[in-house]
């Protein structure tokens, strides 16, 4: 069965950091490039991270550039992503989701071509 767990999720307060990790199981994660996404209470869904199959191509959304890291251990089926400096606006569920090799037109496709989405982790930065 192929499936994408998240977790690392949590409380933090506001300049604090957290370490998601996305874990897979089911397939082999060599072959897919995997992307973050979030979603905030009443606002649509959008893309954070991507990094390729091969880790030659990382993406960052601009408001995240400089705060987040995205990587992966294939070894482990997990791809991370280390968020410091946290802001308020930081706040939403984040899900991962895989895509065939490389990561697209993230911001364009907003996920559309992504698939085995997880179930979320919520991310709260609140003092």
């Known amino acids: 069965q192929v499936q994408l767990v998240e977790s690392g999720g949590g409380l933090v307060q506001p300049g604090g950091s957290l370490r998601l990790s996305c874990t897979a199981s089911?397939?082999?994660?060599?072959?897919?490039?995997i992307a973050w996404f979030r979603q905030a209470p009443g606002k649509e869904r959008e893309g954070v991270s991507c990094?390729?199959?091969?880790?030659?191509?990382?993406y960052h959304r601009n408001s995240v550039k400089g705060r987040f890291t995205i990587s992966r251990d294939n070894a482990k089926s997990t791809v991370y992503l280390q968020m410091n400096s946290l802001k308020p606006e930081d706040t939403a569920v984040y899900y991962c989701?895989?895509?065939?090799?490389?990561?697209?037109?993230?911001?364009?496709?907003?996920?559309?071509?992504?698939?085995?989405w997880g179930q979320g982790t919520q991310v709260t930065v609140s003092s």
């Open positions: 989701a895989r895509r065939s090799l490389e990561c697209g037109n993230i911001w364009s496709t907003n996920g559309t071509d992504f698939g085995s």
């Open positions: 089911g397939f082999i994660l060599d072959y897919y490039a």
């Open positions: 990094i390729s199959h091969n880790e030659r191509r990382v």
